[in-house]
């Protein structure tokens, strides 16, 4: 008899936790994946900036893992309200939350909650067409922006503001974003790092690509990339070596001429938001100084600040996890606690049977897709040790979807969401771009009911 496994989350952590146990064969596993939108791939759908087509190659592998006959995919199920963590106790041997980090993580500086402050998050979620974030409104009349963050959303962001519309009109890109982004007056980035260029968290094919810009000059000064004692022992990593090279070059080039700039400035780290009637009109920022210590090069405030005049402000600053109702959660970390991988009723506490954690959940938002794949292995190799001599709860299969069913919620499957894709897909081709997205909830279950019967 197979063990039955639950997984909370369909992007890439819990199909790399799906593939894992599916390919284990003593004991065997069937799994049930839960996600709380109608459609699968987490971030791959919704994250994954439009210009980068070729990261969502990777839903192929997603694809293939769900042909699997002892899997089966649950749409719509929200944990916590449609379904309780003492449901999967009831129905499950054991289950894992691949949850991934909802929020965004705050500044905590003066100013963050005026109008036009937001949070890198909510724009990606927005130009991505995701449900929770469709129908927010950007002014995009200011013609100067800050970002502040250097990591990989900060890229995607500064990207996507800076790009020719034209461009991004062939991608998957939701249409009201694309409206909204071909009457936008922004014509400058930019791009705030609070330490130096040799902690820059982004990518060298990330900052490259910026570099590379038809639409938009890469600025950056000599000064601001010149490395300094402190930074000396960092640019034996490679992937730092090859931005402060980069950058290096590229702040040779000066201003440019094209229309559009983005800015990048090391150093600096926002100290305030400044508003106007409500609204954002700049950014204060403090220069910093660099200081190595124990845990690495640290910034330290000079006391020197600029105000930078800007009409919004995108805080790209990191992920953070939101709490589960019946779930542990550290809020510290934005994390389910867990050793491991094996989840603890609490941050430094003891060891809860049955439930497990990957991703984002687990350790934390960093890492690009493909650094799942190990750590959800790593996560299964210990429900595989948990469960040597397995003594199955022996649910009936049928039953978790009468338990569903019957408090009314609308369960979408596999076969659902490749219908709705295939419709994604034949809409763009259409307008002539890769995919247009159906983006608000219901509009996606009345298709789906309709493309059942088609
Ligand atoms: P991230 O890589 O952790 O970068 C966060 C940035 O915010 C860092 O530059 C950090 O600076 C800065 N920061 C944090 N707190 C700050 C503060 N109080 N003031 C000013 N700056 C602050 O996070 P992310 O960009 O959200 O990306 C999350 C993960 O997804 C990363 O692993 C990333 O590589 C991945 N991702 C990959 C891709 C891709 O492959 N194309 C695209 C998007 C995301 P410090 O370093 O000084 O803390």
């Given at each position: 008899m197979s063990l039955r496994i639950a997984i909370i989350g369909s992007g890439p952590s819990g199909f790399y936790a799906a593939d894992a146990l599916l390919k284990h064969a003593e004991p065997a596993f069937e799994v049930d994946m839960f996600d709380r939108l109608p459609t699968p791939y987490g971030l791959v759908r919704g994250g994954v900036a439009p210009d980068h087509q070729s990261i969502k190659n990777v839903t192929k592998i997603y694809d293939k893992i769900s042909s699997n006959p002892n899997f089966r995919f649950f749409g719509n199920v929200v944990l916590g309200t449609d379904l309780t963590v003492a449901d999967l106790a009831e129905h499950y041997d054991a289950w894992i939350y691949a949850v991934g980090a909802a929020r965004d993580r705050k500044l905590g500086v003066p100013g963050e909650d005026l109008l036009g402050s937001h949070s890198a998050t909510e724009l990606v979620g927005w130009y991505n067409g995701h449900p929770d974030f469709r129908d927010l409104q950007f002014d995009l009349t200011a013609e100067r922006v800050a970002v502040v963050g250097v990591g990989n959303v900060a890229m995607d962001v500064t990207r996507i503001l800076s790009q020719d519309p034209d461009e991004l009109a062939k991608t998957d890109i939701a249409a009201h974003a694309l409206e909204a982004l071909r009457s936008s007056r922004i014509r400058e980035v930019i791009v705030l790092g609070r330490r130096g260029v040799a902690q820059a968290a982004f990518s060298p094919g990330e900052i490259k690509e910026i570099g590379e810009l038809e639409s938009a000059d890469l600025v950056v000064s000599p000064s601001e990339v010149a490395i300094d004692a402190a930074s000396e022992a960092d640019l034996a990593d490679a992937n730092t070596k090859k931005n402060v090279d980069y950058l290096t070059e590229r702040s040779t080039?000066?201003?440019?001429?094209?229309?559009?700039?983005?800015?990048?400035?090391?150093?600096?780290?926002?100290?305030?938001?400044?508003?106007?009637?409500?609204?954002?009109?700049?950014?204060?920022?403090?220069?910093?100084?660099?200081?190595?210590?124990?845990?690495?090069?640290?910034?330290?405030?000079?006391?020197?600040?600029?105000?930078?005049?800007?009409?919004?402000?995108?805080?790209?600053?990191?992920?953070?996890?939101?709490?589960?109702?019946?779930?542990?959660?550290?809020?510290?970390?934005?994390t389910i606690p867990n050793v491991q991988g094996r989840v603890l009723d609490a941050p430094q506490g003891q060891v809860l049977p049955r439930q497990y954690v990957v991703g984002w959940a687990k350790r934390g938002p960093s890492g690009l897709i493909g650094t799942n794949r190990g750590d959800s292995i790593a996560t299964v190799q210990q429900v595989i040790a948990d469960f040597a001599s397995p003594s199955p709860v022996g649910a009936d299969k049928a039953a978790i979807v009468k338990v569903l069913t019957d408090r009314g919620v609308f369960l979408t499957d596999y076969a659902d969401w490749k219908r709705l894709d295939a419709h994604e897909l034949a809409q763009g081709q259409a307008a002539g771009k890769i995919r247009e997205k159906v983006t608000r909830i219901p509009e996606m279950l009345d298709l789906i009911l309709k493309l059942r019967t088609n």
């Open positions: 080039f000066g201003e440019g001429s094209r229309d559009r700039k983005v800015r990048l400035r090391f150093l600096a780290s926002p100290v305030e938001i400044l508003g106007e009637n409500g609204r954002v009109s700049a950014i204060r920022i403090e220069k910093n100084r660099l200081e190595a210590g124990a845990n690495g090069v640290s910034a330290k405030g000079t006391g020197v600040t600029e105000i930078l005049p800007v009409g919004l402000v995108f805080r790209s600053v990191g992920y953070h996890g939101v709490a589960i109702p019946g779930v542990p959660f550290d809020p510290k970390g934005g």
